[in-house]
């Protein structure tokens, strides 16, 4: 090979040395974000501003890939996942923390225990939240935030007017102690199932009923194999935005406070949207027709409320008394009252 020749493979051989990292710092950090919902739903209208923003803020360095209704992991197996690094964010419903390890979430799944919105936020945005999200650090997660979807409503295949309606149905649950403790206080049979194995379950009468808030029950078209849905308000569903720590604490700190941002934002676009979301749910589900809706009212609330005050102290033992007391206290919650 001539001397010019050798010198030209040389020099471009150099620039491509030199572009190449230029080139390297162009692959974007790709974070994984799976749930188990469906799109048009709180925590999935809320993962998909989540992305757009994080992508935005950080001009292309970061891209989420969210993965909705169960396509990546299923509920138990997300959080393994997670630990293991498979994916790098979730959103589990606070009643799926408990297998971590972390019970004292099922603060969350005592019955009545939040009269509205307004109350919940006194835990989510105060610091009896900010110490429940700080136990996740030693499983290896970092908590970043509380999304809202929203209270609970009771549906079967027949009229659900009093607790005594629910004697001897199968119900199907989350993976929460205080969930089978709230069925077994109704006379019910409790069935933990995965949220995506639901319908099924529900359409061959493997389970009779269930409880979510509507946009869940709509999203999944539970109502049309539930003749009968009873808005009882009796319990509360909503999510921590986890992430795999090694992986949060490895970005580089630019980055974080960017994706910090975008989750700040996330949050404030999910929690406002959340009560419209399962209005509007509540409205799709009426107008099928094919679904009875019985809203009870306050006076109809009070055998409910009865029937299911013994949860919160036979459930105490199970969270512990100083997270349950720090709520009753936060919120100004008298279990006597129920
Ligand atoms: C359920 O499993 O019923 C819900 O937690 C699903 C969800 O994530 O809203």
Do not use: C
């Not at 090979?1 to 190449?20: E, F, K, N, W």
């Not at 992305?51 to 970061?62: I, Q, S």
């Not at 604490?249 to 980055?255: E, F, N, R």
């Amino acid at each position: 090979m001539t001397v010019d020749a050798t010198r030209r493979t040389a020099l471009a051989a150099t620039a491509l040395a030199l572009a190449a990292p230029r080139a390297f710092a162009q692959a974007p950090i790709v974070i994984k974000f799976s749930h188990v919902v469906a799109n048009d739903t709180p925590k999935g209208n809320g993962s998909d501003f989540f992305a757009k923003r994080a992508a935005e803020l950080t001009k292309g360095r970061v891209k989420v890939e969210v993965y909705p209704n169960s396509q990546l992991y299923k509920d138990k197996e997300e959080m393994e996942a997670l630990q293991l690094g498979s994916v790098q964010m979730l959103a589990p419903s606070l009643s799926k923390f408990a297998p971590l390890g972390v019970k004292e979430f099922e603060v969350f799944d005592f019955p009545y225990i939040f009269d509205g919105y307004g109350d919940l936020h006194k835990i989510t945005e105060g610091g009896v939240g900010k110490g429940l999200m700080a136990k996740l650090d030693a499983k290896g997660i970092t908590g970043l935030a509380f999304w809202d979807n929203g209270f609970k409503s009771f549906s079967a295949n027949r009229k659900l007017l009093v607790p005594e309606d629910m004697k001897g149905l199968k119900m199907r649950i989350q993976s929460s102690k205080v969930l089978e403790a709230q069925m077994r206080a109704l006379g019910a049979i409790p069935q933990v199932m995965a949220f995506s194995e639901v319908y099924q379950g529900l359409q061959t009468g493997v389970v009779d009923g269930t409880e979510n808030p509507h946009s869940n029950l709509y999203s999944q078209k539970m109502n049309e194999v539930q003749k009968n849905v009873t808005i009882t308000d009796h319990g509360y569903i909503g999510y921590a935005v986890v992430v795999n720590k090694k992986f949060w604490d490895g970005l580089p700190a630019d980055i974080r406070a960017q994706l910090g941002q975008a989750m700040d934002e996330a949050t404030r676009f999910t929690n406002e949207q959340a009560k419209k979301d399962n209005d509007e749910a509540l409205v799709k589900i009426k107008a099928t027709g094919k679904t009875e809706v019985l809203a009870l009212t306050k006076e109809q609330k009070a055998p409910w409320k009865r029937a299911l005050a013994k949860v919160h102290k036979e459930m105490e033992p199970r969270v512990g008394s100083e997270i349950l007391q720090a709520v009753y206290k936060e919120t100004g919650f008298d279990p006597a009252k129920l």
